[in-house]
């Protein structure tokens, strides 16, 4: 039989290197040429409409229509002067990715001529066929349409000839089918709430962001080879496939220099993503073979939200003309290490300070401190909040998997700020300090950043860890929208800091003075969350024990962790926000289910069909030729040798049968557990249901798979090895 393998890895073989020719501009001469922004503003509009949309994105307050209208003109004419023909809301269904549906500004006039149109009314509207978008039972019970509205907080961009309006994905209700809609909310309750705390120490301080700086890893894999296996294909990862001689064992190839090929890729993903503005400023190898990262400088929140996404689709439209595929999968190889996205975070004020920067000053550093202690708090008592946020079937495969942060949730502070806080926790008394102590106490606040600057004190097993003037959610997936955690984690900031301010507040009201107030309520704090704070191996399995001993979630599986979306207190906490109804969060709770439970079921049935057409043909190929061999052998030598030299080759066709036969069951039971899930109504029993009961045959299938590649001729496998999909270049 032909062997498509084959055919791939020769493809591969005769690829030759498209290298652009290095352009000759400076990156300044073109980043940001294909975005909306300053630059741009000001050359297409009045510098009084400039003015008030530059004071409505700063201040989060609402544009009116007669802005937009103004907008919508230097908009336009600034990208038909770019050869741009058609616009699009550009918007964030809850799939995951990004969603659009262009439309031409040219418009047929009366007389038969045309024009080219494009008001304030399409700018701030759009009407997309909403109906195959999830909605989570939304838009059935209420309207059946969603719109987008146009989110002026980040700029419009032009991508292959289309104008990109970044826009809200909303029913008609108002309720959020998108994940920009609440991180917006998310983030104006985080102004609200950090602006008062921020001004007990600087009253200068009227408006505070959230920045995020995300670091995407991902694989690259030719694109022959991809095409080759249907499980890349169909699900992102490989459902079969043994582990290679040589994995990623030596780590030879973390920071290594970057192949050849890569390196075009690389250059030129960068450039289109410099010319939309994405300040894209690192790239090396990451930990396993063809793995890679790429990181920008950090930016406000909801902005790097979107260029993360505009990345991931740059990287793969880019990555086909240099015959590559892209892997954002969290877990494409088993046995390597998986793909997450970090987010790292931090608040920044409009005087430009980092909240979570520790300063020179005692007064600098207690607002640090501050800061620093209510995160910690936050994330202490909505920890399986944030777990639910990264849960995903992807992700499943990485958290508690020894590579990845575990599926507990704790934060590494570092042992100088672990000392810190002992050390607060033991001075500070709740009936007063004599004048020494407090000149003590200031003394060691003090002291903070000089020993910040010992970079050394870092862990990477950490799912949510401190490092140095930021917080880096660790256990964030390749594949996921940032918005989910980032919202959760802005929502849950700004709670905690709208009841820090009441409990300051309150001490204050009884004649403590402030400085002594903020500290005493942060002890409390302190003592209160002690136990999320964890320096030690988080992919240690003492670690497992100990956080159980605690009292600390390990939950491992998404069905399971979703379930946090709608506990008592998380959905009171969004509400109260205003960020997300009750109605809003069992919708979103529903979709997750909806969509771990057809991830699961697609994988399923890929790898039912990779078994039953690739594998077991290929293996039944090699049982025949062994028989063959057998039987000759019977035929040359006499009864007792023939025995005796027979008896490996005998022994491998019964392997082989074992193999084979386990397979083909194994796939047939799978079937009847799925047609099973597939009955269920409720969205969680279903997916438990996949999780529980089709998940296993995935594994077993797997290593029976595993098992005949070992066995079978080279000659005869259908699809590329691992050893070929990782360090084929
Ligand atoms: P690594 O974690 O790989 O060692 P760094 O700690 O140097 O790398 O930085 C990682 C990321 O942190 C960068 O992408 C950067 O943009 C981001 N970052 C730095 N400062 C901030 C901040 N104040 N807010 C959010 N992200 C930040
Ligand atoms: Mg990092």
């Known amino acids: 039989m032909g062997n498509k393998r084959f055919d791939a890895l020769n493809h591969v073989l005769n690829r030759s290197i498209e290298e652009k020719p290095l352009s000759k501009e400076l ?4 980043y940001g040429e294909a975005v909306f922004h300053d630059r741009a503003m000001k050359q297409f509009l009045p510098s009084d409409i400039y003015k008030k949309i530059k004071e409505c994105v700063a201040t989060g307050k609402q544009l009116n229509r007669d802005i937009a209208d103004h907008v919508a003109s230097g908009m336009k004419a600034w990208a038909i002067s770019k050869d741009v023909t058609h616009y699009t809301h550009w918007f964030q269904p809850l799939t995951g990715r990004t969603a659009e549906k262009h439309d031409a500004f040219f418009t047929p006039s009366e007389v038969g001529e045309s024009i080219e149109s494009f008001g304030g009314d399409q700018l701030a509207q759009q009407e997309p066929d909403a109906s195959s ?3 989570g039972g939304l838009r059935n019970t209420f309207e059946a ?9 980040s700029p419009a961009f032009i991508i292959s000839g289309t104008l990109c309006i970044p826009t809200v994905f909303v029913a008609y209700t108002g309720q959020a ?13 985080l102004n609200d709430a950090a602006v ?3 001004q007990y120490f ?3 301080v009227t408006r505070i962001s959230a920045t995020l700086g995300w670091e995407q890893e991902y694989f690259l894999v030719d694109s022959a080879l991809f095409q080759a296996r249907p499980d890349l294909m169909l699900t992102g990862r490989t459902l079969f496939g043994h582990s290679s001689s040589k994995g990623q064992q030596l780590d030879d190839h973390y920071f290594g220099s970057i192949p050849e090929r890569a390196v075009a890729f690389m250059r030129d993903f960068e450039e289109q993503s410099l010319r939309l503005g994405i300040p894209i400023k690192t790239r090396h190898n990451e930990v396993a073979p063809n793995q890679f990262e790429c990181a920008p400088l950090f930016e406000e929140a909801n902005l790097a939200v979107d260029h993360n996404l505009l990345v991931m689709d740059v990287m793969e439209k880019v990555a086909h003309r240099h015959h590559f595929r892209v892997l954002l999968h969290e877990k494409p190889y088993a046995g390597i290490n998986g793909s997450g996205k970090h987010n790292n975070w931090s608040l920044s004020t409009n005087t430009g300070v980092n909240l979570l920067s520790p300063g020179n000053t005692p007064k600098t550093n207690l607002r640090f401190l501050t800061f620093f202690v209510n995160t910690i708090k936050a ?19 990485r958290l508690g998997a020894n590579e990845a942060p575990p599926a507990i949730i704790s934060i590494f502070i570092g042992s100088q700020l672990t000392k810190v806080l002992e050390d607060l926790e033991k001075r500070i008394k709740d009936k007063g300090m004599s004048p020494d102590e407090k000149t003590e106490l200031k003394l060691n606040i003090g002291k903070i950043p000089e020993i910040l600057l010992d970079n050394t004190d870092r862990n990477r097993t950490s799912p949510f860890a401190f490092t140095g003037n930021k917080f880096e959610f660790r256990a964030v997936g390749s594949t996921a929208n940032c918005s989910g955690p980032m919202t959760a984690l802005n929502t849950v900031m700004s709670s905690q800091l709208i009841k820090f301010r009441i409990d300051v507040d309150g001490l204050i009201a009884q004649g403590i003075k402030k400085d002594e107030a903020i500290l005493r309520v942060l002890r409390e704090y302190i003592i209160e969350s002690k136990k999320i704070l964890f320096e030690g191996n988080g992919y240690g399995e003492e670690w497992v024990k100990e956080a159980a001993k605690r009292g600390l979630s390990n939950i491992k599986t998404t069905p399971h962790a979703l379930g946090a979306y709608l506990k008592q207190n998380v959905v009171k906490l969004f509400e109260s926000a205003g960020v ?6 069992e919708a979103r709770n529903e979709i997750y289910l909806e969509k771990y439970k057809l991830k699961i079921q697609i994988e399923s049935r890929v790898a039912g069909d990779i078994a039953l057409n690739h594998i077991v043909p290929a293996a039944l190929e090699y049982q025949r030729k062994l028989v063959e061999t057998v039987r000759g052998m019977k035929d040359i030598y006499d009864e007792k040798e023939y025995k005796k030299l027979s008896a490996p080759h005998r022994s491998l066709i019964s392997s082989v049968s074992t193999h084979v036969s386990k397979l083909q069951s194994d796939v047939h039971i799978m079937i009847e557990e799925r047609k099973k899930a597939n009955n269920m109504i409720d969205s969680l029993e279903s997916s438990s249901h996949y999780c529980d009961y089709v998940i296993p045959y995935l594994n077993t299938m797997r290593e029976n798979v595993d098992s005949l590649e070992i066995i079978v001729d080279d000659e005869l496998w259908p699809i590329p090895k691992y050893r070929e999909l990782l360090f084929t270049r």
């Not at 990156?27 to 073109?30: A, F, G, K, L, T």
């Not at 994330?379 to 495969?397: F, K, M, P, Q």
């Not at 997300?580 to 969060?585: D, F, I, K, S």
């Open 133 to 135: 978008f999830p909605n």
């Open 145 to 153: 349409r969603g719109y987008t509205a146009w989110d002026p907080s």
């Open 379 to 397: 994330v202490h008592d909505y920890d399986d909040l944030l777990r639910a946020t990264i849960a995903s079937a992807e992700n499943d495969h």
């Open 196 to 198: 008062p705390v921020a």
């Open 202 to 204: 600087d009253r200068n």
């Open 177 to 189: 089918l998108d994940y920009k809609a609440p991180l917006l909310k998310a983030l104006h309750a």
């Open 580 to 585: 997300l109804t009750h109605e809003e969060l």
């Open 27 to 30: 990156i300044s001469d073109y």
